[in-house]
């Protein structure tokens, strides 16, 4: 689960995050964390579009190499 200042600090750095959802690359999001609660959190894609994700995937930045968790 990632934590409120792990959100906290992407989302004021404006960084673009990496959310890894399966073992399939093209399902990952990739956009800027913007909220959260408790249990999910939205990110906002380069289309301006906002995806509601669980808390339970991994998110990692996006400069950063895929990690192979499956």
Avoid at 20 to 49: Q, T, Y
């Amino acid at each position: 689960m990632v934590s409120e200042e792990q959100l906290d600090q992407f989302r004021l750095s404006g960084e673009t995050v990496r959310v890894v959802r399966d073992a399939m690359e093209a399902n990952d999001v990739l956009g800027i964390v913007v909220a959260w609660d408790e249990s999910s959190f939205v990110v906002r894609r380069p289309n301006r579009r906002v995806v509601k994700l669980s808390r339970s995937y991994t998110i990692v930045p996006a400069s950063e190499e895929r990690p192979r968790l499956f």
